[in-house]
């Protein structure tokens, strides 16, 4: 089983940046796809950023442009550089591991870490 834990959010303000971390225990393979995902109060967990250990990083529109997925080579380190944040952006972050394939979906995932706050206040 793989454990995940974030670390790295707070409290911003617009046009600020943040770099989030996940630390990755236990055996990951290439052909996991790591993600991150949040949710704000009262909505639906949502897909932000994806990558897969070869190298393809995948974004969800709204955050194109403005951040940045990226692993270390050991597969121990999951990171998600958010740059502009914006009032739309506070949520809990969550890191997460699809270990069979590419999904955007949450409920395909199979482990997730305990999640970290990000507040972006204007």
């Known amino acids: 089983q793989v454990q995940l834990v974030e670390s790295g959010g707070g409290l911003v303000q617009t046009g600020d940046s943040l770099r989030l971390s996940c630390a990755i225990s236990?055996?990951?393979?290439?052909?996991?796809?790591m993600a991150w995902f949040r949710q704000a109060p009262g909505q639906e967990r949502q897909f932000v950023a994806g990558?897969?250990?070869?190298?393809?990083?995948y974004y969800e529109d709204s955050v194109k442009g403005r951040f940045t997925i990226s692993g270390t080579g050991a597969r121990d380190t999951l990171y998600l550089q958010m740059n502009d944040l914006k009032a739309e952006d506070t949520a809990v972050y969550y890191c997460?591991?699809?270990?069979?394939?590419?999904?955007?979906?949450?409920?395909?995932?199979?482990?997730w870490g305990q999640g970290t706050q990000v507040t972006v206040s204007s």
């Open positions: 997460a591991v699809d270990r069979q394939g590419y999904s955007r979906n949450s409920k395909d995932f199979d482990s």
């Open positions: 990558l897969r250990w070869s190298g393809n990083r």
């Open positions: 236990g055996r990951v393979y290439s052909s996991h796809f």
